[in-house]
């Protein structure tokens, strides 16, 4: 059975830190390009951030860019979600999914992780 789950999720302070860790199983996700996404209380599900299978090339939601950083380690089919200067906005569940052969559509998704960040 083909898996990805997430964990590192949890309540901080606004202005603080979390790394959302998420890790693949039933197969390797060596290959895909993966991607961490978020959906927020009534609203829909936004793009936050991608990396590509070799790392060489990362795009993260302006939202974002300068405060998370993406990473990924192939041995451990494992994805990283650093996230810094956390803002009350951030409050969402977190999903990473891996990317299949079309570019953009992402075939597997985890069950999520919420973020909940407080001012």
């Known amino acids: 059975q083909v898996q990805l789950v997430e964990s590192g999720g949890g309540l901080v302070q606004a202005g603080g830190s979390l790394r959302l860790s998420c890790v693949g199983s039933?197969?390797?996700?060596?290959?895909?390009?993966m991607g961490w996404f978020r959906q927020a209380p009534g609203k829909e599900r936004e793009f936050v951030a991608s990396?590509?299978?070799?790392?060489?090339?990362?795009y993260y939601a302006d939202s974002v860019k300068g405060r998370f950083t993406i990473s990924r380690d192939n041995a451990k089919n494992t994805v990283y979600l650093q996230m810094n200067s956390l803002k009350p906005e951030d409050t969402a569940v977190y999903y990473c999914?891996?990317?299949?052969?079309?570019?953009?559509?992402?075939?597997?998704w985890g069950q999520g992780t919420q973020v909940t960040v407080s001012s």
């Open positions: 990396m590509s299978w070799s790392g060489g090339a990362t």
């Open positions: 039933g197969r390797t996700f060596s290959s895909n390009t």
């Open positions: 999914a891996a990317e299949g052969t079309l570019a953009g559509l992402y075939n597997y």
